[in-house]
Structures are given as structure tokens and as C-alpha cells.
């Protein structure tokens, strides 16, 4: 992550852009009021999706069991990761 102050990250915006966009490379901007990140649209979206669905209690806790039943070996009669997320966001549409 490179760390910018405001002064500097207005200077080189579109620099700091590219950065993040086609290097991956998380930007912080300091200021006086703050600190944001700059993050690539796509990790935006995925960090966001991760929160939703980690806030949703039946989810969660079907992801949970189902790594433990994993890691122990276990055959899981629970539903898949990838159907319960599409449950989730087939609903949500």
C-alpha cells in the first residue's frame, strides 16, 4: 500500500489512479480531515459482497459448519458455498 498526502495525491491524481487500477496497488491519502483509501472498483465490490453475505446470519453460519465438516473429514449434506451465495443473490434482485 503507498501512503499519500493530500497535496501529493492531487498532484499525481491520475497516477495514483493507474496504481491502483492496473498495478492492484491500494492507495491511502492523508489528510488533515483524514485518511481514505483508494481501492481498485472490482476489490470495492468484492470487500462489499463479502460484508453482505458475512452479515447474514444463515449464510455465515452454513459457511462455518460446512469448513469444520471439511476440515474434519466429513461428507456436508448442507448446500454448497456457491448455492447458497446464489440463493442470496438471486433473491436480493
Do not use: W
Not at 39 to 68: K, Y
Request: some cysteine; hydrophobic content about 40%; proline content about 2%.
Amino acid at each position: 500500500m503507498q501512503f499519500y498526502t493530500l497535496q501529493q495525491a492531487s498532484a499525481d491524481l491520475d497516477q495514483v489512479i493507474a496504481r491502483a487500477v492496473y498495478d492492484q496497488e491500494e492507495a491511502a491519502i492523508v489528510s488533515e480531515n483524514g485518511t481514505v483509501f483508494l481501492v481498485p472498483q472490482d476489490e470495492f465490490e468484492s470487500m462489499r459482497e463479502t460484508l453482505r453475505l458475512m452479515s447474514d446470519r444463515r449464510s455465515f453460519n452454513a459457511l462455518l459448519e460446512g469448513h469444520c465438516q471439511r476440515d474434519a473429514g466429513q461428507v456436508s449434506d448442507f448446500p454448497s458455498v456457491e448455492k447458497i451465495f446464489y440463493d442470496l443473490q438471486d433473491t436480493h434482485s
